[in-house]
């Protein structure tokens, strides 16, 4: 009898792990390189553009604006309402409604919503009534449609007292 050593001899494998390595390069490889139309990514161009206060044009000589009550105090609206409108100065404003009440009267500041591209109008708006531009947000009325007024104004708690809104002329 042969004696054996304690191992036995095995046959490699090679052959089947070569060939399974080189069919998963060939695949990766064609991924890469023929990827489907249906797979690759479209730029889709952004929503909205950034505007810059300096892009602003002068403001219109009237300028008509809409005024809600956010506040929650009675007679607001109107009062500021009256106070644009009184007001003198290069700017006339103009309300073609009466003012009108927010859905929500809990407004913690004043909000200034421009309907125009440009800002002009809203900062005109937002300097007499002693507030900065970040009060001045922009909502742009649908593709079409036009806008009924160019500054929309909704009082928060911060312009809550009415004898602000006192009229006088310059």
Known sequence: MKKTSGRRKTKRRVFPVVL???????????????????????????????FHLEDSTAPPDTVTIEVWNGAGVSDLAMRAQNFLETRGGTVTFYAPGPPLNAED?????????????????????????????SSIVMMLPPAGEAARVDVTIILG???????VFIPYRD
Request: aromatic share 10%.
């Open 157 to 163: 708690r911060d312009r809550n007292d009415p004898s």
């Open 20 to 50: 399974v390595s080189l069919a998963a390069g060939c695949l990766i490889t064609l991924a890469l390189v023929y990827t489907p139309t249906w797979f690759q990514v479209e730029y889709i161009p952004p929503l909205f553009a950034v």
């Open 105 to 133: 009267m809990d407004y913690g500041v004043t909000v200034i919503i421009s309907h125009d591209t440009s800002f002009s109008a809203a900062l005109e708006v937002a300097d007499i009534i002693g507030l900065g531009d």
